[in-house]
């Protein structure tokens, strides 16, 4: 091995020691049914409770934390309310506090019919090819 393949190596492994440092990483299995197991530090130092968003990158799965952010639609409920349906008051206070309660069971019975008319992609390919295909 010649003094420059030497160099790229070591090159190439200070940055996966930087990687490390920078971003712990942690090799966990897929079981079967294809699950995984969050390392205990990891789900420890997120708080995660019993749910989590993934998101899907082309390249990688990024896990968070499901915040209220996620599913706050106040602005959209209170523009429309007041701008759509000229509200005020305490007509305004009843109708937004109903419609937040009632989110919730909304979201749910939409990501049940999402689930339910989802296609499943063999590989990353027909994924992207189906996102395309949803754009044109």
């Known amino acids: ?19 490390q ?11 079967s049914k294809r699950q995984i197991s969050i390392p205990k530090e990891f789900f420890d130092a ?25 599913v706050d639609f106040s602005s959209e409920i209170l523009k429309d309310l007041v701008e759509g349906r000229g509200l005020s008051g305490k007509e305004l206070i009843d109708e937004f506090t109903r419609i937040k309660q009632g989110l919730p069971s909304a979201i749910n019975k939409m990501t049940a019919a999402a689930i339910k ?14 996102l395309l295909a949803d754009e044109g």
């Open 1 to 19: 091995m010649g003094v420059g393949q030497t160099l790229t190596k070591i090159s190439g492994m200070e940055e996966r020691i930087m990687h």
């Open 21 to 31: 440092e920078q971003h712990p990483l942690k090799r966990v299995r897929i079981s």
């Open 46 to 70: 997120m708080h995660f409770s019993d749910e989590a968003l993934i998101e899907f990158t082309g390249t990688s799965l990024i896990i968070k934390q499901v915040s209220e952010e996620a």
């Open 117 to 130: 008319e989802s296609k499943v992609h063999t590989n990353t390919a027909d994924y992207m090819a189906s």
